[in-house]
């Protein structure tokens, strides 16, 4: 895989100053993707601590935390009524939404407050929750599907690609070696 001249520089220059174990720092990393970290960067790590994701019992903690926080709290703007929301429909709520991380919860509480503030007066009731559910559990589904869909095409693309651009070189008279090419020799 490719990486730009100044991502080596940085990649070269954090490995040099790692290269030892030492007292004086710590280094912390922080990724949804670990698998995509440079092989020297992985050896370097002594410690793991995985986050996963929330529970259901966590998300529904979380969910209610947000709705209070975003939805039920007095503040400057209008008040938004809250109508028919019952804990079995929070609790459906925190089925429903297996697999979310703690920042989509947060997004998803958002989007619930922006659409209740685009009523007027602002309500917030058990269609529009679950109106704004659907959107976001539909949105994850595609994000999901770009990264697989990402990774199926690098696995696919990159051999292909390599294999064109090496026909092309040889179309164009640049052999290995550097035979049959244009020469920048003096003649």
């Not at 008040?79 to 929301?85: A, F, L, Q, V």
């Not at 008279?173 to 003096?186: H, K, N, R, T, V």
């Given at each position: 895989e490719q990486i730009s001249e100044d991502m080596r520089?940085?990649?070269?220059?954090?490995?040099?100053?790692?290269?030892e174990a030492s007292d004086k720092f710590m280094v912390v990393y922080a990724s949804n993707q670990p698998e995509q970290f440079d092989?020297?960067?992985?050896d370097r790590i002594?410690?793991?601590v995985e986050f996963s994701?929330?529970?259901?019992?966590?998300?529904?903690?979380?969910?209610?935390?947000?709705?209070d926080k975003l939805l039920s709290a007095k503040t400057n703007a209008q008040?938004?009524?809250?109508?028919?929301?019952t804990e079995d429909l929070v609790l459906g709520v925190a089925d429903k939404?297996?697999?979310?991380?703690?920042?989509?919860?947060?997004?998803?509480?958002?989007?619930?407050?922006?659409?209740?503030?685009?009523h007027s007066p602002p309500v917030f009731n058990e269609e529009l929750m679950m109106e704004v559910l659907d959107i976001h559990t539909a949105n994850k589904?595609?994000?999901?599907?770009?990264?697989v869909e990402e990774h199926r095409a690098h696995r696919a693309i990159a051999p292909a690609a390599a294999a064109a651009?090496?026909?092309?070189?040889?179309?164009?008279?640049?052999?290995?070696?550097?035979?049959?090419?244009?020469?920048?020799?003096?003649?």
């Open positions: 520089n940085a990649l070269n220059a954090f490995l040099y100053r790692t290269g092989g020297a960067i992985s002594d410690e793991m994701l929330p529970n259901e019992q966590e998300r529904l903690r979380m969910i209610v935390h947000y709705m008040t938004i009524t809250i109508e028919g929301i939404t297996e697999g979310f991380s703690g920042r989509e919860i947060n997004k998803l509480a958002v989007a619930w407050q922006a659409a209740a503030y685009g589904a595609i994000k999901k599907s770009w990264t651009a090496n026909a092309s070189d040889e179309e164009a008279g640049f052999l290995p070696g550097g035979g049959g090419g244009p020469s920048l020799s003096p003649a």
